[in-house]
């Protein structure tokens, strides 16, 4: 049998259910291939969907009561969401009802198994990573699962287990539709337990993979972190058409690591040149990959979710790759994804005009008379001297009142491409405490005491506002002694980011 064969005989399942007067205009139709789903409401002429926005009315004559109850008597039992199916069949049949609980309408949706939906993204499905799909009603998403699910089973011979809630991916009926391959399936009989099954498919059935459509509430969301922590890969879409939407609904963006304010201490909050309170990413993700369905054959892809959300929190710009499947069955990319580029940090700066320059710095002073600098750079005989102009400068170092963001050094560094460096005011003080920070000329003991008394203080702070506080970056060494400092005062605590950028961030009870 053909694919097209196939096709058309699923359809005709569907097309059975149907008065006569109803589904003979619908037999031998031209574009039977492209029927979306059948409307059917009382007192209205019933009317057919097709791809491209396209519907045709079949008869003029209105739907009666007794025509709805034809059809009904003969598909499955409808569930608490209102919906049912066709035995061994994708088909959904979906009920309206009146406020007496009766079937006044139905949607009868055409369910089809398209193979080689999967082809553009095949690879990644393969690479054992927990994948989300996100896009619109209607784009595909299901059927992409349905597809995945037959590839991880079938040709890859991985344990799969499919979360079928709405009965969508297997189909209605106690065989799920062969569309799943080796596959298994576990229904749920009420929308509103879709998380418990989802842990009892990990604790029950030791699954390889498990498979779960529309992702949509705190709990299921709580469960896919469980899955994805246990090793299982996941699968999985979610309501939204992009990371942004996933970001600000506070129900799923646990699924990208969540979102919490963040207060951040007086050296980070300057290190960063930002303000004291910002968003940031809470967790890991829960998924490593995201694929935005744009069209059924374009697919935007993140391949480092936990970068691409710090990117959309932090202002800047990314690109997905761009994948499309054309009419000849080609796969192309169309656009290359480019990974966020964050500012360079302080340190990075430094270590790029390094390479470029020598290793002695060149500090321009902005509002800082150059004898306080040149003294305290000979004090301490740092590798660095005073730039007479910014030309020739690896850094500006000028006082907070003339770093507002906008001002003219701060102009004049973006267009150099030089780090500007802020302390509190003109005074030898504070131009010889940044430049013992900075080149970290402190002894050891001093930077543990330092370190130390940070913690101490950074503890307060979270008892008195209740939220996180990251302190300034550490050693390991340095770290491990933060940590128990947080722990004997009874809070928690976690080091985060990269090295050499690693440091503690500690959290409300």
Same mark, same amino acid.
């Given at each position: 049998?053909?694919?097209?064969?196939?096709?058309?005989?699923?359809?005709?399942?569907?097309?059975?259910?149907?008065?006569?007067?109803?589904?003979?205009?619908?037999?031998?139709?031209?574009?039977?291939?492209?029927?979306?789903?059948?409307?059917?409401?009382?007192?209205?002429?019933?009317?057919?969907?097709?791809?491209?926005?396209?519907?045709?009315?079949?008869?003029?004559?209105?739907?009666?009561?007794?025509?709805?109850?034809?059809?009904?008597?003969?598909?499955?039992?409808?569930?608490?969401?209102?919906?049912?199916?066709?035995?061994?069949?994708?088909?959904?049949?979906?009920?309206?009802?009146?406020?007496?609980?009766?079937?006044?309408?139905?949607?009868?949706?055409?369910?089809?198994?398209?193979?080689?939906?999967?082809?553009?993204?095949?690879?990644?499905?393969?690479?054992?990573?927990?994948?989300?799909?996100?896009?619109?009603?209607?784009?595909?998403?299901?059927?992409?699962?349905?597809?995945?699910?037959?590839?991880?089973?079938?040709?890859?011979?991985?344990?799969?287990?499919?979360?079928?809630?709405?009965?969508?991916?297997?189909?209605?009926?106690?065989?799920?539709?062969?569309?799943?391959?080796?596959?298994?399936?576990?229904?749920?009989?009420?929308?509103?337990?879709?998380?418990?099954?989802?842990?009892?498919?990990?604790?029950?059935?030791?699954?390889?993979?498990?498979?779960?459509? @529309?992702?949509?509430?705190?709990?299921?969301?709580?469960?896919?972190?469980?899955?994805?922590?246990?090793?299982?890969?996941?699968?999985?879409?979610?309501?939204?058409?992009?990371?942004?939407?996933?970001?600000?609904?506070?129900?799923?963006?646990?699924?990208?690591?969540?979102?919490?304010?963040?207060?951040?201490?007086?050296?980070?909050? $300057?290190?960063?040149?930002?303000?004291?309170?910002?968003?940031?990413?809470?967790?890991?993700?829960?998924?490593?990959?995201?694929?935005?369905?744009?069209?059924?054959?374009?697919?935007?892809?993140?391949?480092?979710?936990?970068?691409?959300?710090?990117?959309?929190?932090? %202002?800047?710009?990314?690109?997905?790759?761009?994948?499309? $499947?054309?009419?000849?069955?080609?796969?192309?990319?169309?656009?290359?994804?480019?990974?966020?580029?964050?500012?360079?940090?302080?340190?990075?700066?430094?270590?790029?005009?390094?390479?470029?320059?020598?290793?002695?710095?060149?500090?321009?002073?902005?509002?800082?008379?150059?004898?306080?600098?040149?003294?305290?750079?000979?004090?301490?005989?740092?590798?660095?001297?005073?730039?007479?102009?910014?030309?020739?400068?690896?850094?500006?170092?000028?006082?907070?009142?003339?770093?507002?963001?906008?001002?003219?050094?701060?102009?004049?560094?973006?267009?150099?491409?030089?780090?500007?460096?802020?302390?509190?005011?003109?005074?030898?003080?504070?131009?010889? %405490?940044?430049?013992?920070?900075?080149?970290?000329?402190?002894?050891?003991?001093?930077?543990?005491?330092?370190?130390?008394?940070?913690?101490? @203080?950074?503890?307060?702070?979270?008892?008195?506002?209740?939220?996180?506080?990251?302190?300034?970056?550490?050693?390991?060494?340095?770290?491990?002694?933060?940590?128990?400092?947080?722990?004997?005062?009874?809070?928690?605590?976690?080091?985060?980011?990269?090295?050499?950028?690693?440091?503690?961030?500690?959290?409300?009870?």
């Amino acid at each position: 049998m053909t694919d097209r064969e196939a096709i058309q005989k699923e359809v005709d399942l569907l097309l059975n259910v149907l008065p006569v007067r109803i589904k003979d205009p619908l037999f031998n139709h031209p574009e039977i291939r492209d029927l979306i789903e059948i409307v059917l409401d009382l007192g209205k002429p019933p009317e057919a969907r097709f791809s491209k926005d396209k519907f045709m009315y079949l008869g003029e004559e209105a739907v009666e009561q007794d025509e709805i109850d034809h059809i009904t008597s003969k598909v499955g039992e409808f569930t608490l969401d209102n919906r049912s199916g066709i035995e061994r069949t994708l088909h959904r049949i979906s009920a309206m009802r009146n406020r007496r609980g009766k079937i006044i309408g139905l949607t009868l949706r055409v369910g089809r198994a398209i193979f080689g939906t999967i082809d553009v993204i095949r690879d990644i499905i393969e690479s054992g990573q927990n994948l989300l799909f996100l896009g619109p009603p209607g784009i595909g998403k299901t059927t992409k699962l349905r597809e995945a699910a037959r590839v991880l089973s079938d040709d890859m011979s991985k344990r799969v287990v499919i979360v079928d809630t709405s009965n969508e991916i297997g189909g209605d009926g106690d065989i799920p539709h062969p569309g799943i391959g080796r596959a298994r399936r576990m229904q749920v009989d009420s929308p509103n337990k879709q998380h418990q099954v989802m842990i009892e498919a990990v604790e029950n059935h030791m699954p390889q993979v498990i498979i779960v459509d @529309e992702i949509g509430t705190e709990a299921e969301a709580a469960a896919a972190r469980t899955i994805a922590e246990r090793g299982v890969q996941l699968i999985g879409t979610a309501h939204g058409t992009s990371i942004e939407n996933l970001i600000s609904n506070p129900t799923l963006c646990d699924l990208i690591g969540g979102i919490q304010s963040v207060i951040l201490g007086d050296e980070e909050a $300057k290190r960063r040149h930002s303000q004291k309170s910002v968003l940031e990413r809470k967790a890991p993700p829960t998924f490593d990959v995201c694929i935005e369905i744009r069209s059924k054959e374009i697919f935007a892809i993140y391949t480092d979710v936990a970068k691409t959300v710090d990117a959309v929190l932090q %202002k800047r710009t990314f690109k997905p790759e761009i994948r499309v $499947k054309t009419k000849e069955g080609k796969i192309e990319i169309k656009q290359k994804a480019e990974a966020p580029i964050p500012e360079p940090t302080f340190e990075e700066a430094q270590e790029i005009i390094s390479q470029k320059d020598g290793k002695e710095e060149k500090i321009f002073p902005f509002g800082v008379h150059n004898t306080y600098l040149d003294r305290s750079i000979k004090a301490l005989g740092l590798p660095a001297k005073v730039a007479r102009g910014l030309d020739r400068a690896t850094m500006v170092l000028t006082i907070k009142s003339k770093a507002r963001p906008g001002s003219k050094i701060v102009k004049l560094a973006e267009e150099h491409r030089i780090p500007v460096h802020v302390i509190k005011k003109n005074a030898a003080s504070q131009v010889l %405490k940044f430049l013992q920070f900075y080149f970290d000329v402190r002894g050891k003991e001093e930077s543990e005491e330092a370190a130390l008394s940070e913690a101490d @203080e950074a503890v307060d702070e979270v008892q008195k506002i209740h939220h996180s506080v990251d302190l300034a970056p550490q050693s390991a060494y340095i770290r491990r002694l933060q940590h128990k400092i947080v722990e004997e005062s009874g809070f928690r605590s976690e080091s985060i980011g990269e090295e050499p950028l690693r440091r503690v961030r500690i959290y409300p009870r």
